[in-house]
């Protein structure tokens, strides 16, 4: 018998009181309409997500600034650092690890979300280099349709691109849905512009430079815990003007898996080649459960694509692959069939989270990268932890299934999800045994569990175990030099302890 609890309305959420005032010199950009403070308390993360069903919103900032100008950023930083008040970066909202919430322990006076969403322009477009300088609060879908005038594209489409934000995008080295030629964020900045407590950072705009260490490198992942990044030039595509693609049927999981690694090791760019193993397409509209799915796109601006995609067919046919002939030939496959099942249900999976959450289903996932040559035993070994944490966790068996992501031609990046029925009450509980017991599998097993999710709270501790320790005390060097007074965001990447002040975790 399910139990389908329904989400609160805002009426029925008791918020407390802010705990300080608007100040004259923030007043023309800030607010602490209650609205505004719910929906500046969360990301997207399960957590979040029932926290907010339980009407818990303990932590919600006593107010939000809109920043309109680097100007209004100062502004904030300055009142922040005289009141003793925690700042935290809000983009597009969409953190799945804890990284926007206002959490930052008892030695603040309060909390200020800073919404960067109206700094939302391109400022600049150089045709012939293919690049713009573009403020950081721009949406993907706003900033795509401006540069299509243009023809030009940023070619960068992560899952949450409806809402995504430049800047956020930047901030946690996001990876987008054409994730093999057009992969991370990273290779798409030519230089940026950070606003820090302690002065503007800002990078030269070049092609490439081999000046010592990249003071872009700082910047990008960075989380808003050394600033906020106002303006990046970016390097842009040509929109495609020819596509292929089509999707191609295993019987056996690892035969596909070194079919997609000859592929992306061969030099033919797909701008994607994407893995779904057999449950994973099957719960995405595709199959019947017992075939793995390989979605193969190839797309060009400048020359057809039909070579480099009946290469890629060859070597998926020699590894057992199938696929429908006169569909790969067409093009027009990567737009049917499996490939448009699956992309359709990318684009919708956000936006089933509440009514899952209403009928009490634990539901995450985590991405992953590794070596092809501990591929098969690590994709055993960690779908094995998760469907027996899921099992002593709820007393119910659950569904874990994978795909890839993006590939390297050194090696995947696995994204698990998995779902199991939960007990309303303790979802949250059931939720963390799951997620650690699935996260220590990775570490132990020695892939990453922060790929492409940023590193954000939820993460933090695992993230430690990765980092190497010197590391980690240089970086807390850096944000003691850029934010002296810890004002901003402090629990991401650098967690803070209970006075406030930056720990070495």
């Not at 303006?231 to 040509?238: F, G, N, P, T, Y």
């Not at 191609?248 to 997609?260: H, P, R, T």
């Not at 057809?304 to 060859?314: K, S, Y």
């Amino acid at each position: 018998m399910w139990e389908v609890r329904k989400a609160p309305t805002e009426e029925a959420i008791e918020l407390h009181q802010p705990r300080l005032d608007i100040p004259a010199a923030l007043s023309s950009f800030s607010s602490n309409d209650k609205r505004d403070r719910l929906v500046h308390t969360y990301g997207k993360s399960f957590p979040d997500y029932t926290r907010a069903f339980d009407r818990d919103f303990r932590n919600a900032p006593d107010f939000v600034a809109f920043a309109r100008s680097e100007a209004d950023i100062e502004a904030v930083y300055d009142y922040a650092a005289g009141a003793n008040l925690a700042v935290i970066p809000f983009g597009g909202g969409t953190s799945v690890c804890g990284g926007v919430e206002p959490a930052v322990g008892e030695g603040y006076n309060g909390t200020i979300s800073l919404d960067l969403t109206r700094l939302d322009r391109i400022l600049e477009i150089d045709k012939t280099s293919r690049a713009a300088r573009i403020q950081g609060g721009i949406r993907v879908p706003a900033m795509e349709a401006e540069l299509k005038a243009h023809n030009l594209t940023l070619r960068h489409f992560p899952q949450s691109m409806e809402l995504a934000t430049l800047g956020g995008m930047i901030a946690t080295r996001s990876g987008g849905h054409f994730a093999t030629l057009y992969t991370h964020i990273d290779d798409f900045v030519e230089s940026l512009r950070m606003v820090t407590p302690a002065g503007v950072l800002e990078s030269r705009r070049l092609p490439g430079s081999g000046a010592g260490p990249s003071p872009d490198r700082l910047m990008i992942g960075s989380e808003g815990a050394l600033g906020i990044i106002t303006e990046a030039w970016m390097r842009l595509q040509d929109r495609p003007a020819y596509r292929g693609g089509t999707a191609v049927l295993f019987d056996d999981v690892f035969q596909a898996a070194e079919a997609v690694r000859v592929i992306c090791q061969a030099a033919l760019y797909p701008a994607n080649v994407r893995l779904l193993d057999a449950r994973e397409a099957h719960s995405n509209g595709f199959g019947d459960g017992k075939q793995s799915v390989v979605v193969l796109a190839f797309e060009n601006n400048d020359h057809p694509v039909g070579p480099w995609l009946d290469r890629a067919l060859e070597i998926c046919r020699d590894f057992g692959g199938s696929y429908e002939d006169d569909v790969a030939k067409s093009g027009e496959g990567h737009r049917a069939g499996a490939a448009g099942a699956w992309r359709h249900a990318f684009i919708r999976m956000p936006h089933y989270k509440t009514a899952l959450v209403e009928m009490g289903i634990i539901t995450d996932t985590f991405e992953t990268a590794i070596t092809w040559d501990r591929f098969p035993t690590f994709y055993d070994t960690v779908i094995a932890a998760t469907e027996e944490a899921a099992r002593e966790a709820t007393g119910q068996p659950g569904l874990v299934s994978c795909r890839f992501t993006h590939c390297y031609p050194g090696g995947p990046a696995p994204y698990f999800s998995f779902q199991a029925k939960g007990r309303h009450g303790a979802l949250a509980e059931q939720w963390l045994e799951i997620k650690s017991r699935a996260l220590d599998a990775v570490i132990a097993n020695g892939g990453t569990v922060t790929h492409h999710h940023a590193v954000g709270r939820d993460h933090m501790p695992w993230y430690s175990r990765q980092r190497p320790e010197l590391f980690g005390e240089a970086l807390r060097a850096v944000k003691d030099r850029l934010d002296p007074r810890g004002i901003l965001n402090p629990g991401v990447l650098l967690p803070v302890d209970r006075t406030g002040a930056n720990d070495s975790a």
